[in-house]
Protein backbone atom coordinates (compact mmCIF):
# COMPACT_ATOMS: atom_id res chain seq x y z
CA UNK A 1 0.00 0.00 0.00
CA UNK A 2 1.69 3.37 -0.66
CA UNK A 3 2.02 5.80 1.72
CA UNK A 4 -0.95 8.35 0.84
CA UNK A 5 -3.35 5.48 1.03
CA UNK A 6 -2.14 4.46 4.54
CA UNK A 7 -1.98 7.92 5.72
CA UNK A 8 -5.38 8.71 4.09
CA UNK A 9 -6.91 5.34 6.09
CA UNK A 10 -5.34 6.11 9.90
CA UNK A 11 -4.26 9.57 9.55
CA UNK A 12 -4.07 9.64 13.62
CA UNK A 13 -1.37 7.27 13.85
CA UNK A 14 0.90 9.57 12.21
CA UNK A 15 0.80 12.43 14.77
CA UNK A 16 3.20 10.41 16.51
CA UNK A 17 5.48 8.81 14.00
CA UNK A 18 9.05 10.47 13.23
CA UNK A 19 9.95 11.80 9.79
CA UNK A 20 11.78 8.50 9.40
CA UNK A 21 9.45 6.41 10.52
CA UNK A 22 7.31 8.19 7.72
CA UNK A 23 9.90 7.68 4.62
CA UNK A 24 10.22 3.63 5.91
CA UNK A 25 6.19 3.69 4.74
CA UNK A 26 7.28 5.06 1.17
CA UNK A 27 8.44 2.70 -1.77
CA UNK A 28 11.89 0.79 -0.65
CA UNK A 29 12.29 3.37 2.69
CA UNK A 30 14.97 4.90 1.00
CA UNK A 31 15.10 8.36 -0.78
CA UNK A 32 16.58 7.86 -4.08
CA UNK A 33 16.46 10.40 -6.95
CA UNK A 34 13.27 9.30 -9.66
CA UNK A 35 12.15 6.60 -7.20
CA UNK A 36 8.87 5.32 -5.41
CA UNK A 37 10.15 6.47 -2.59
CA UNK A 38 10.78 10.12 -3.28
CA UNK A 39 7.76 10.48 -5.00
CA UNK A 40 5.60 9.14 -2.23
CA UNK A 41 6.82 11.30 0.40
CA UNK A 42 6.61 14.38 -1.64
CA UNK A 43 3.00 13.70 -2.37
CA UNK A 44 2.62 13.13 1.45
CA UNK A 45 4.12 16.79 2.14
CA UNK A 46 1.96 18.06 -0.10
CA UNK A 47 -1.14 17.59 1.96
CA UNK A 48 -0.29 17.37 5.24
CA UNK A 49 -0.99 20.08 7.79
CA UNK A 50 2.39 23.07 8.00
CA UNK A 51 2.42 21.89 11.88
CA UNK A 52 3.76 18.43 10.38
CA UNK A 53 6.23 20.24 8.50
CA UNK A 54 7.43 22.08 10.99
CA UNK A 55 7.91 19.03 13.00
CA UNK A 56 9.43 17.12 10.23
CA UNK A 57 11.72 20.08 9.72
CA UNK A 58 13.40 19.96 13.97
CA UNK A 59 13.70 16.06 13.69
CA UNK A 60 15.95 16.41 10.11
CA UNK A 61 17.66 18.72 12.36
CA UNK A 62 18.26 17.08 15.59
CA UNK A 63 17.83 13.37 14.70
CA UNK A 64 20.53 11.40 13.03
CA UNK A 65 18.76 8.90 10.91
CA UNK A 66 19.80 8.11 7.12
CA UNK A 67 18.91 10.52 4.29
CA UNK A 68 18.04 13.04 7.46
CA UNK A 69 19.23 16.30 4.97
CA UNK A 70 17.70 15.05 1.83
CA UNK A 71 14.58 14.59 3.61
CA UNK A 72 15.31 17.97 4.86
CA UNK A 73 15.28 19.28 1.27
CA UNK A 74 11.88 17.80 0.29
CA UNK A 75 10.05 19.69 3.61
CA UNK A 76 11.73 22.90 2.82
CA UNK A 77 10.94 22.46 -0.85
CA UNK A 78 7.52 22.08 0.28
CA UNK A 79 7.70 24.85 2.72
CA UNK A 80 8.45 27.05 -0.72
CA UNK A 81 5.06 25.93 -2.08
CA UNK A 82 3.27 26.62 0.82
CA UNK A 83 4.81 30.21 0.59
CA UNK A 84 2.86 30.10 -2.78
CA UNK A 85 5.81 29.21 -4.86
CA UNK A 86 5.87 27.34 -8.44
CA UNK A 87 8.61 24.70 -7.13
CA UNK A 88 10.60 22.42 -9.14
CA UNK A 89 12.66 19.71 -6.39
CA UNK A 90 16.02 19.23 -7.72
CA UNK A 91 18.06 16.45 -7.24
CA UNK A 92 19.58 14.37 -4.02
CA UNK A 93 22.88 14.05 -5.05
CA UNK A 94 25.17 15.23 -7.95
CA UNK A 95 25.55 13.57 -11.29
CA UNK A 96 28.49 14.27 -13.65
CA UNK A 97 26.55 16.64 -16.68
CA UNK A 98 23.23 17.84 -14.68
CA UNK A 99 23.07 21.06 -12.29
CA UNK A 100 22.65 19.59 -8.51
CA UNK A 101 20.82 22.54 -7.00
CA UNK A 102 18.25 21.52 -4.43
CA UNK A 103 14.98 23.44 -5.91
CA UNK A 104 14.25 25.55 -7.94
CA UNK A 105 11.32 28.54 -6.68
CA UNK A 106 9.19 30.37 -9.31
CA UNK A 107 6.23 33.31 -9.10
CA UNK A 108 4.24 33.65 -11.99
CA UNK A 109 6.26 36.99 -12.79
CA UNK A 110 9.21 35.22 -14.20
CA UNK A 111 11.35 35.58 -10.81
CA UNK A 112 12.93 32.46 -9.87
CA UNK A 113 15.68 31.32 -6.77
CA UNK A 114 18.07 28.66 -6.95
CA UNK A 115 17.35 27.10 -3.69
CA UNK A 116 20.44 25.58 -1.70
CA UNK A 117 19.53 23.56 1.12
CA UNK A 118 22.19 23.23 4.46
CA UNK A 119 21.34 21.28 7.64
CA UNK A 120 24.39 23.85 9.03
CA UNK A 121 27.23 26.18 8.62
CA UNK A 122 29.85 24.88 10.75
CA UNK A 123 31.91 23.92 7.05
CA UNK A 124 32.86 26.47 4.76
CA UNK A 125 30.53 26.58 1.77
CA UNK A 126 31.81 27.03 -1.88
CA UNK A 127 29.71 29.90 -3.12
CA UNK A 128 31.15 29.40 -6.62
CA UNK A 129 29.82 26.82 -6.75
CA UNK A 130 25.87 27.80 -5.90
CA UNK A 131 26.86 30.47 -8.72
CA UNK A 132 27.77 27.68 -11.33
CA UNK A 133 23.96 26.28 -10.98
CA UNK A 134 22.58 29.49 -11.50
CA UNK A 135 24.68 30.29 -14.46
CA UNK A 136 24.11 26.79 -15.69
CA UNK A 137 20.17 27.61 -15.37
CA UNK A 138 20.25 30.63 -17.31
CA UNK A 139 22.35 29.32 -19.85
CA UNK A 140 19.87 26.19 -20.54
CA UNK A 141 16.76 29.17 -20.77
CA UNK A 142 15.58 27.49 -17.06
CA UNK A 143 15.54 31.21 -15.30
CA UNK A 144 16.48 34.60 -16.71
CA UNK A 145 18.98 37.24 -15.36
CA UNK A 146 16.42 37.99 -12.74
CA UNK A 147 17.08 35.32 -10.54
CA UNK A 148 18.85 34.40 -7.44
CA UNK A 149 20.34 31.95 -5.12
CA UNK A 150 19.28 31.26 -1.61
CA UNK A 151 20.57 29.60 1.19
CA UNK A 152 18.53 27.66 3.89
CA UNK A 153 19.93 26.88 6.68
CA UNK A 154 19.00 24.58 9.78
CA UNK A 155 20.45 26.94 12.44
CA UNK A 156 19.54 30.35 13.08
CA UNK A 157 23.77 31.41 14.24
CA UNK A 158 24.61 31.86 10.50
CA UNK A 159 27.53 35.12 11.79
CA UNK A 160 30.53 32.76 9.94
CA UNK A 161 28.17 32.24 6.41
CA UNK A 162 26.95 35.50 6.35
CA UNK A 163 30.33 37.45 6.50
CA UNK A 164 31.49 34.56 4.14
CA UNK A 165 28.55 35.81 1.80
CA UNK A 166 29.23 39.82 2.53
CA UNK A 167 33.42 38.95 1.38
CA UNK A 168 32.49 37.33 -2.00
CA UNK A 169 31.70 38.39 -5.29
CA UNK A 170 28.41 36.84 -5.21
CA UNK A 171 26.98 38.67 -2.25
CA UNK A 172 24.31 40.86 -4.57
CA UNK A 173 23.45 37.45 -5.59
CA UNK A 174 22.87 35.53 -2.70
CA UNK A 175 20.37 35.47 0.32
CA UNK A 176 20.41 33.55 3.82
CA UNK A 177 17.70 32.45 6.04
CA UNK A 178 17.27 30.15 8.90
CA UNK A 179 14.72 27.37 8.64
CA UNK A 180 12.93 28.83 11.69
CA UNK A 181 12.43 32.23 9.47
CA UNK A 182 11.03 30.23 6.86
CA UNK A 183 8.68 28.54 9.41
CA UNK A 184 7.81 32.32 10.27
CA UNK A 185 6.93 33.15 6.92
CA UNK A 186 4.84 30.36 6.23
CA UNK A 187 3.28 30.60 9.33
CA UNK A 188 2.59 34.20 8.40
CA UNK A 189 1.22 33.70 5.14
CA UNK A 190 -1.85 30.83 6.39
CA UNK A 191 -2.71 33.76 9.26
CA UNK A 192 -4.19 36.34 6.65
CA UNK A 193 -5.63 36.46 3.68
CA UNK A 194 -3.72 38.29 1.09
CA UNK A 195 -3.54 37.30 -2.58
CA UNK A 196 -0.10 39.64 -2.73
CA UNK A 197 1.52 37.79 0.40
CA UNK A 198 3.74 35.49 -1.79
CA UNK A 199 5.27 38.63 -3.78
CA UNK A 200 5.70 40.16 -0.62
CA UNK A 201 7.39 37.34 0.74
CA UNK A 202 9.73 37.19 -2.42
CA UNK A 203 10.99 40.83 -2.12
CA UNK A 204 12.40 39.87 1.55
CA UNK A 205 14.16 36.82 -0.06
CA UNK A 206 15.87 38.36 -2.75
CA UNK A 207 19.30 40.07 -2.47
CA UNK A 208 18.66 43.86 -2.23
CA UNK A 209 20.65 46.61 -0.22
CA UNK A 210 18.96 48.13 2.86
CA UNK A 211 21.16 50.73 4.45
CA UNK A 212 17.90 52.30 2.94
CA UNK A 213 15.06 51.52 4.94
CA UNK A 214 11.89 52.59 2.75
CA UNK A 215 12.38 48.75 1.15
CA UNK A 216 11.49 47.06 4.55
CA UNK A 217 8.75 49.49 5.59
CA UNK A 218 7.06 48.61 2.26
CA UNK A 219 6.86 45.15 2.87
CA UNK A 220 6.11 44.92 6.35
CA UNK A 221 3.60 47.32 6.55
CA UNK A 222 0.98 45.94 4.13
CA UNK A 223 1.30 42.63 6.17
CA UNK A 224 0.77 44.19 9.21
CA UNK A 225 -2.28 46.34 7.76
CA UNK A 226 -3.91 43.00 6.22
CA UNK A 227 -3.64 41.65 10.08
CA UNK A 228 -4.99 44.72 11.29
CA UNK A 229 -8.28 44.94 8.51
CA UNK A 230 -8.71 40.99 9.24
CA UNK A 231 -9.53 41.42 12.68
CA UNK A 232 -12.10 44.52 12.09
CA UNK A 233 -13.76 42.54 9.71
CA UNK A 234 -14.83 40.57 12.38
CA UNK A 235 -17.22 43.45 13.37
CA UNK A 236 -19.44 44.41 9.93
CA UNK A 237 -18.80 48.47 9.33
CA UNK A 238 -22.66 48.68 9.39
CA UNK A 239 -25.05 45.96 11.65
CA UNK A 240 -26.66 43.04 9.44
CA UNK A 241 -30.50 43.34 9.46
CA UNK A 242 -32.05 42.00 12.18
CA UNK A 243 -29.01 41.83 14.50
CA UNK A 244 -28.90 43.76 17.99
CA UNK A 245 -25.52 44.34 19.79
CA UNK A 246 -22.11 43.17 18.05
CA UNK A 247 -20.18 41.87 20.72
CA UNK A 248 -16.25 43.56 21.27
CA UNK A 249 -13.99 41.49 18.84
CA UNK A 250 -12.89 37.83 20.24
CA UNK A 251 -11.01 36.14 17.59
CA UNK A 252 -12.16 33.03 16.42
CA UNK A 253 -10.15 30.29 15.09
CA UNK A 254 -12.01 26.59 14.10
CA UNK A 255 -10.39 27.13 10.50
CA UNK A 256 -9.14 24.17 10.69
CA UNK A 257 -11.88 21.91 12.63
CA UNK A 258 -13.87 23.09 10.31
CA UNK A 259 -11.90 21.74 7.25
CA UNK A 260 -10.98 18.42 8.59
CA UNK A 261 -14.98 17.84 8.73
CA UNK A 262 -14.64 18.67 5.37
CA UNK A 263 -12.40 16.38 4.22
CA UNK A 264 -14.59 13.73 6.21
CA UNK A 265 -17.54 14.32 4.45
CA UNK A 266 -16.09 14.59 1.05
CA UNK A 267 -13.12 12.10 1.14
CA UNK A 268 -10.74 14.39 -0.08
CA UNK A 269 -7.87 15.98 1.88
CA UNK A 270 -6.52 19.58 1.51
CA UNK A 271 -3.45 21.80 2.11
CA UNK A 272 -3.93 24.88 3.74
CA UNK A 273 -2.94 27.86 1.34
CA UNK A 274 -4.17 31.14 3.71
CA UNK A 275 -6.35 31.75 6.47
CA UNK A 276 -9.38 30.78 4.63
CA UNK A 277 -8.52 29.04 1.48
CA UNK A 278 -7.73 25.53 1.03
CA UNK A 279 -6.73 23.38 -1.98
CA UNK A 280 -7.02 19.32 -2.96
CA UNK A 281 -4.70 17.41 -4.47
CA UNK A 282 -3.99 18.43 -8.13
CA UNK A 283 -6.31 21.50 -7.78
CA UNK A 284 -9.60 19.33 -8.59
CA UNK A 285 -11.32 21.06 -5.38
CA UNK A 286 -11.19 24.18 -3.72
CA UNK A 287 -12.75 25.65 -0.47
CA UNK A 288 -13.12 29.25 0.96
CA UNK A 289 -13.59 28.30 4.48
CA UNK A 290 -14.73 31.24 6.64
CA UNK A 291 -15.92 31.02 10.60
CA UNK A 292 -17.85 33.76 12.95
CA UNK A 293 -18.96 33.01 16.14
CA UNK A 294 -22.20 33.64 17.35
CA UNK A 295 -23.63 37.19 17.61
CA UNK A 296 -26.87 38.84 19.69
CA UNK A 297 -29.73 36.64 17.84
CA UNK A 298 -28.46 34.18 16.75
CA UNK A 299 -27.13 35.78 13.38
CA UNK A 300 -22.91 34.92 11.90
CA UNK A 301 -21.62 37.38 10.29
CA UNK A 302 -18.81 37.00 7.42
CA UNK A 303 -16.66 38.88 4.39
CA UNK A 304 -16.48 37.39 1.20
CA UNK A 305 -13.70 38.73 -0.57
CA UNK A 306 -12.82 39.23 -4.62
CA UNK A 307 -9.77 37.56 -3.97
CA UNK A 308 -11.95 34.64 -2.21
CA UNK A 309 -14.26 34.63 -5.67
CA UNK A 310 -11.08 34.46 -8.11
CA UNK A 311 -9.31 31.45 -6.12
CA UNK A 312 -12.68 29.59 -6.24
CA UNK A 313 -12.81 29.66 -10.21
CA UNK A 314 -9.48 28.22 -10.54
CA UNK A 315 -10.46 24.81 -9.56
CA UNK A 316 -12.84 22.64 -11.06
CA UNK A 317 -15.11 22.52 -8.90
CA UNK A 318 -15.39 24.04 -5.55
CA UNK A 319 -17.37 25.06 -2.53
CA UNK A 320 -18.00 28.40 -0.06
CA UNK A 321 -18.35 27.13 3.40
CA UNK A 322 -19.37 28.96 6.54
CA UNK A 323 -18.53 27.55 10.12
CA UNK A 324 -21.41 28.88 12.27
CA UNK A 325 -20.35 29.43 16.09
CA UNK A 326 -18.25 25.95 15.47
CA UNK A 327 -17.15 23.19 13.63
CA UNK A 328 -20.36 21.17 14.32
CA UNK A 329 -22.67 23.68 12.30
CA UNK A 330 -21.33 24.23 8.47
CA UNK A 331 -22.61 25.00 5.55
CA UNK A 332 -20.87 23.94 2.58
CA UNK A 333 -22.11 25.75 -0.74
CA UNK A 334 -21.29 25.18 -3.90
CA UNK A 335 -19.72 28.12 -5.86
CA UNK A 336 -22.15 28.45 -8.65
CA UNK A 337 -24.88 28.95 -6.68
CA UNK A 338 -23.41 31.07 -3.86
CA UNK A 339 -22.18 33.58 -6.44
CA UNK A 340 -25.45 33.86 -7.48
CA UNK A 341 -26.74 35.61 -4.86
CA UNK A 342 -23.60 37.94 -4.41
CA UNK A 343 -25.20 40.86 -6.26
CA UNK A 344 -28.05 41.07 -3.85
CA UNK A 345 -25.72 41.27 -0.70
CA UNK A 346 -24.62 44.29 0.82
CA UNK A 347 -20.66 45.11 0.40
CA UNK A 348 -18.45 47.45 1.39
CA UNK A 349 -16.58 49.50 -0.90
CA UNK A 350 -13.92 52.51 0.40
CA UNK A 351 -12.14 52.53 -2.50
CA UNK A 352 -8.80 51.01 -1.43
CA UNK A 353 -10.58 47.21 -0.42
CA UNK A 354 -14.27 45.63 -1.44
CA UNK A 355 -15.81 42.95 0.38
CA UNK A 356 -19.67 41.52 0.67
CA UNK A 357 -21.56 40.75 3.59
CA UNK A 358 -22.84 37.66 4.73
CA UNK A 359 -25.33 37.57 7.19
CA UNK A 360 -26.66 34.59 8.15
CA UNK A 361 -29.36 33.94 11.09
CA UNK A 362 -30.50 30.53 12.57
CA UNK A 363 -34.37 30.61 12.56
CA UNK A 364 -35.39 27.58 14.21
CA UNK A 365 -33.63 25.08 12.59
CA UNK A 366 -33.29 26.56 9.58
CA UNK A 367 -30.23 28.79 8.18
CA UNK A 368 -31.24 31.78 6.19
CA UNK A 369 -29.03 34.65 4.42
CA UNK A 370 -30.37 37.88 4.73
CA UNK A 371 -29.32 40.06 2.11
CA UNK A 372 -30.51 43.47 1.19
CA UNK A 373 -33.80 45.00 1.71
CA UNK A 374 -36.84 44.30 -0.38
CA UNK A 375 -34.40 40.87 -1.57
CA UNK A 376 -35.71 37.64 -0.95
CA UNK A 377 -33.94 36.16 1.99
CA UNK A 378 -31.69 32.28 0.83
CA UNK A 379 -32.95 28.91 2.94
CA UNK A 380 -29.41 27.40 3.33
CA UNK A 381 -30.65 24.67 5.54
CA UNK A 382 -30.12 22.01 2.58
CA UNK A 383 -25.89 22.84 2.68
CA UNK A 384 -25.71 21.80 6.64
CA UNK A 385 -23.11 19.20 6.77
CA UNK A 386 -24.64 16.38 8.29
CA UNK A 387 -24.13 16.76 11.71
CA UNK A 388 -22.17 13.44 13.05
CA UNK A 389 -20.70 13.14 9.45
CA UNK A 390 -17.32 10.52 10.33
CA UNK A 391 -17.31 8.72 6.85
CA UNK A 392 -16.63 10.17 3.37
CA UNK A 393 -19.58 11.11 1.70
CA UNK A 394 -18.88 12.41 -2.44
CA UNK A 395 -21.07 15.55 -3.31
Not at 120 to 125: F, K, L, Q
Request: with cysteine.
Amino acid sequence: MALIDVWKSDRVQFDEKQVHQVIAFAGSGKLLDGSPTSHEFREFLSLIGSSHLIRYADQCLTTKFEGSGLALQDVVNELGRRLGFSVTAGRYRGVAGQIGYDGLWQLDAGQSMVVEVKTTDAYRMDLNVFATYRRGLIGNGDISERSSILIVVGREDTGDLEAQIRGSQHAWDIRLISIDGLIRLVRLKESIDDPQIAARIWTILVPREYTKVDGIIDVVFPIAEEVQRDEELEQPEEQPEGAREIPQFVPVKFHDACVRRLEIWLGIPFAKRSKTTFVSPENQLALVCAVSREHANVNYWFAFHPHQKEFLSSAKKSYVCFGCGSERQILAIPSPDFMAWLDGMNATDSGERFYWHVSIFKEGNRFVLHRKRGIDKCDLTRYLVPEGSDSAHTR
